[in-house]
């Protein structure tokens, strides 16, 4: 049996500093998932949209997202104790849209929210959440990078996610030769 030889594709392009623009353009083309993140520290709810959850272990079960400082939820995140992450189908991109605005008031109209036993808002509309413990909160550029241990979990309906892809709100198309891992 022979190994086949391996190639080398030369490069065509130049390799560019990483700047601002680059890092933007190249994250583009990178699809996330869409959540909202909600929390409560005493002054009423806050969320924002985020595209930054990530699974980071399964023995504790731990999940990081990130937040910029600038951000106007920054203030109740990093009081914290605990949040909850809002999952969001692909048919609600208007959800997510309200909280990635600025300067408006996203829990009121048309937004239905409610509290949890524990006190922390949920969107009524969201097809599952994870309630979760607030670990850690590492500043990291511009951001911090908050680690938070998974409590409980609500699945209200099956769904198909939102993504973000190319500046834009998507969904998910299964290859047609996809099997599940």
């Known amino acids: 049996m022979s190994v086949p030889a ?7 392009l130049e390799e560019r500093t990483v700047d601002a623009d680059v890092y ?11 959540v909202v993140i909600t929390a409560e ?17 399964l023995l504790p079960p731990l999940v990081s997202f990130a937040i910029a400082t600038s ?11 605990s949040v909850v992450i809002n999952f969001l189908s692909a048919d609600q991109q208007a959800i997510a849209g309200r909280f990635a605005t600025s300067g408006i008031d ?7 929210w409610s509290r949890l036993r524990t006190g922390e ?10 309630r979760a413990q607030v670990e850690h909160r590492f500043a990291v550029g511009d951001h ?7 409590t409980t979990h609500s699945e209200r309906r099956e769904h198909e996610p939102l993504l973000y ?5 998507a969904t998910a198309t299964p290859h047609p030769k996809a099997h599940h891992v």
């Not at 933007?24 to 869409?34: E, L, N």
């Not at 892809?165 to 709100?169: A, N, S």
């Open 6 to 12: 391996l190639s080398v594709v030369p490069d065509r």
């Open 144 to 150: 911090y990078l908050v680690v938070a241990r998974l």
């Open 71 to 81: 951000a106007s939820s920054w203030p109740t995140v990093s009081k914290t104790g």
């Open 165 to 169: 892809h190319d500046g834009r709100y």
């Open 41 to 57: 520290a005493g002054h009423g709810p806050a969320g924002f949209t985020a595209t930054s959850l990530v699974s980071v272990s």
């Open 24 to 34: 933007r353009s190249v994250f583009r083309r990178h699809a996330a998932g869409v």
């Open 121 to 130: 808002p949920v969107l009524d509309d969201a097809p599952s959440f994870l």
């Open 106 to 112: 996203r829990f009121a109209e048309p937004t239905r």
